[in-house]
């Protein structure tokens, strides 16, 4: 691994509502099924070197010890600062029940204080065990309750209190449940992950949430060619194969994916991309700041949206269920 340039000064920020400033993309750390936690925090190693200050993690990614090592390594080289990096986690669906205690196992894993930014990483506290494919289902699971997800929430909500967390955030949401939560929350969340990339741009709930002050973070941005083969059906479209895409990528002398992070940074949500390889984490990197897209590009690229959701859950899927499109609202139905 070669010591690099650091490129965190070029890399644009996003300020959420209390005013913390974040950078505009970050590094995923989902190795999905095919890369260690070794490889990942090594990732994350090389990452921080060459300038990236925000890295999402979460517990059920199984790398948080590995990815703590790596942060005290930094940190004791004189990399970088705690107070410049800008580090998540998540509570993972086991646990709704008990929340500080997931936060506080987080924290002693990365070796850290705090956190700054603390999802709930699913609104069910439907779970799956690691790993598991496309067909399993837990007995247990139950559809989104407003009521049992405010419980969480609160739960969430006593982190800030504790100063365990600088804020809170949500994910895998949809707009018939933020209609229903948002009202509910003392604390509103500052940023929301939801699957975004070309081929899947959800522009109503990218909308909405920006319209209501909350910061959007995509995941999959380039459309997660490592994503489990859980998540693989046969009408799944690559982005960096929309004509638009490679168009973009030709005119500018680019990879399709750093076209996929550059409409993305532009759009205004933070991509956070994963790689283990430093070619490759670079460029995403750069592609925030490095060339821009016209506006022609911007538009045929949002003209190129096929609403194809990768990450369709259906492992959460409760008996009685009709279909991952319940997951999402699509049935019109949200339990109270």
């Not at 283990?276 to 003209?303: C, G, H, R, W």
Request: with cysteine.
């Amino acid at each position: 691994m070669s010591i690099g340039t650091d490129y965190s000064a070029q890399v644009p920020a996003r300020t959420l509502a209390d005013g913390t400033k974040i950078p505009a993309i970050g590094l995923g750390t989902f190795g999905s099924d095919k890369y260690g936690s070794e490889a990942v925090s090594e990732a994350v190693y090389g990452a921080v070197r060459n300038g990236y200050r925000l890295i999402d993690c979460a517990s059920v990614y199984m790398n948080e010890k590995e990815i703590g090592e790596v942060l005290r390594r930094l940190f004791a080289e004189g990399v970088v600062r705690r107070e410049e990096l800008t580090v998540t986690s998540k509570v993972w669906n086991d646990q709704h029940r008990e929340v500080e205690a997931a936060c506080r196992r987080s924290l002693s894993d990365l070796g850290l204080g705090y956190v700054d930014l603390y999802f709930l990483h699913w609104p069910f506290p439907n779970y799956h065990a690691p790993h598991c494919d496309g067909d399993s289902r837990n007995p247990d699971s139950k559809p989104f309750s407003v009521g049992e997800f405010m419980d969480t929430w609160r739960q969430l909500e006593s982190l800030v209190d504790q100063g365990l967390v600088k804020n809170i955030a949500m994910s895998n949401m949809t707009i018939p449940k933020l209609e229903a939560v948002l009202p509910l929350c003392r604390i509103r969340p500052a940023a929301i992950e939801m699957e975004l990339h070309p081929a899947f741009q959800q522009p109503e709930l990218f909308d909405y949430v920006v319209a209501k002050g909350i910061q959007p973070i995509g995941f999959c941005p380039i459309g997660s060619p490592s994503r489990p083969e859980r998540d693989r059906t046969p009408e799944d479209i690559a982005d960096v194969e929309l004509p638009s895409i490679q168009a973009a990528a030709e005119a500018h002398g680019d990879h399709p994916a750093v076209t996929c992070l550059k409409w993305a940074v532009q759009r205004g949500q933070i991509p956070i991309p994963f790689s283990v390889k430093e070619p490759q984490y670079i460029a995403n990197l750069k592609a925030s700041f490095d060339d821009p897209l016209t506006e022609a590009e911007m538009a045929a690229i949002a003209a190129d949206d096929r609403n194809c959701r990768l990450v369709k859950g259906q492992v959460f899927l409760w008996p009685g269920a009709h279909g991952w499109e319940d997951l999402w609202d699509l049935d019109g139905t949200i339990t109270k």
